[in-house]
């Protein structure tokens, strides 16, 4: 039996950008196709998300196969310790190259949920000297990287998904999301919110981003468009109506 790719990576959770990756790498096996994938590779991807989950690298899981050996890895501790050393010492291409580097190792979920989450949040908890700079890097770092791989997603003609920014508690979050959501392979629009002029559907899905809850019209103006059989949904952290909400909000640029 084999798949496509598209079935592995539904099946795996892995991205294309992963696939391509393990399989240059040699962690996958080469077989006669190239456009099919059999079940042995299968199980292959399956072995490797598993150990990418954990924070390995492509460079350990090679080590420990070519040495017959049980992986050795430092995690995501470390994964987070080479982040923040660049964030603190790195140039602009190095730090965008171990960017890189980091989400062709990873699965997109793993990627985000894993890594780049905590390491916002540790960055935002962070009261040292440079603390700012180092958060004002990360925050730049991420608009870029989901640029890039918007631009990479447009190419590809990957399904088109809008994330409209209600309201934001911590502005780095929603392209956090557009980057894990880029993984499972949309491409994704990230746009500010404005209940006067409504999107275009011209989306397949349509994601509200709510960081810091909703007014009464911004839960109203979500119904309406449920109700006419438009294909959004409510995301984020805070999916709340607050009564009492801060209306400066209403216009939050991503």
Known sequence: MTYTSETICAISGAALVNLKRWYRSGIIHKYPSDREWTEAQLQEVMDITRLTSQGATIREIKTAQAGAHPLRTGGWAARRGDMLW?????????????????????????????????????????TRAGASRRMERFHQLMVAHAGSVTRHATRAAAIPLLLENVSEKHQTDIWLEAIRLSGQGFCVEVRSFC??????????????????????MMYQHFLTRQQKGYPVLLCGPDRRVHHLYPQPQLHAVA
């Open 86 to 126: 660049q964030l603190e010492f790195g140039s602009p291409q190095s730090l965008r190259v171990l960017l890189r580097k980091l989400a062709s190792n990873f699965t997109g979920d793993d990627f985000v949920l894993r890594l780049l989450l905590p390491l916002h949040q540790w960055l935002r908890d962070d």
């Open 195 to 216: 209940a006067l002029y409504p999107s275009v559907n011209v989306h397949q899905h349509h994601l509200y981003w709510c960081g810091a809850g909703l007014t009464e």
